[in-house]
């Protein structure tokens, strides 16, 4: 059974950092890419980043480029999404999501749960 | 970015209504289109890959259909176990985009 549980959200103030987390399990971590996708309270859905399966190629939107960080830890089964000098606009629920394939964002077939990062003083 | 506008907003249809949700793109996507259901409190689930595959397990009332910049999300049945927010979603841009939503109402 494929499971992904986010953790490391909470409340932050604006200029401060926070590294989520998000542990996988039931498919082969290599084999596929790993996305983040965000939503504001009341809002759609953002994309934010991913990380092919090899690990050697990322991407990032333009809303998060520069500030965000996104790693994996293959002995762990683990996606990081380092998150710099965070900003009251990047408040939103943060969703880690498998892709269907190996190398670039496309097809997310399984999401995590989600956790909540607050940015406010 | 290729931009996603998906219409309407919302919608409120009687249970067994066909219900039709439709999703345009700013630019040529082929085929590399999405559809997910997001139900409230809840992560988003994907129902349609490609435009038009059903995703393994999800019934067959949802279909969709399109290709190029027009694309067409349909419930054939509506249940009330269907309410939620479905978003579209292109994936030709690795700069992965969603369309706004639409949230479906049972009247």
């Known amino acids: 059974e494929v499971q992904l549980v986010e953790s490391g959200g909470g409340l932050v103030q604006p200029g401060g950092s926070l590294r989520l987390s998000c542990a996988v399990s039931?498919?082969?971590?290599?084999?596929?890419?790993m996305n983040w996708v965000r939503q504001a309270p009341g809002k759609g859905l953002e994309w934010v980043s991913s990380?092919?399966?090899?690990?050697?190629?990322?991407y990032y939107a333009d809303s998060v480029k520069g500030r965000f960080t996104i790693s994996k830890d293959k002995s762990k089964n683990t996606v990081f999404l380092q998150m710099n000098s965070l900003r009251a606009e990047d408040t939103a629920v943060y969703y880690c999501?498998?892709?269907?394939?190996?190398?670039?964002?496309?097809?997310?077939?399984?999401w995590g749960q989600g956790t909540l990062v607050s940015v406010s003083s | 970015d290729i931009q996603m506008t998906q219409s309407p907003s919302s919608l409120s249809a009687s249970v067994g209504d066909s219900v039709t949700i439709t999703c345009q793109a700013s630019q040529d996507i082929t085929n590399y289109l999405n559809w997910y259901q997001q139900k409230p409190g809840k992560a988003p689930k994907l129902l349609i890959y490609?435009?038009?595959d059903l995703e393994a397990g999800v019934p067959s009332r949802f279909s969709g259909s399109g290709s190029v910049t027009d694309f067409t999300f349909t419930i054939s049945s509506l249940q009330p176990e269907d309410v939620a927010t479905y978003y579209c979603q292109q994936y030709d841009d690795v700069l992965v985009t969603f369309g706004g939503g639409t949230k479906v109402e049972i009247k």
């Open positions: 039931g498919f082969t971590f290599s084999g596929h890419a």
């Open positions: 999501a498998k892709d269907q394939g190996p190398a670039v964002p496309g097809t997310f077939d399984y």
């Open positions: 490609d435009a038009s």
């Open positions: 990380i092919s399966g090899s690990g050697g190629t990322t």
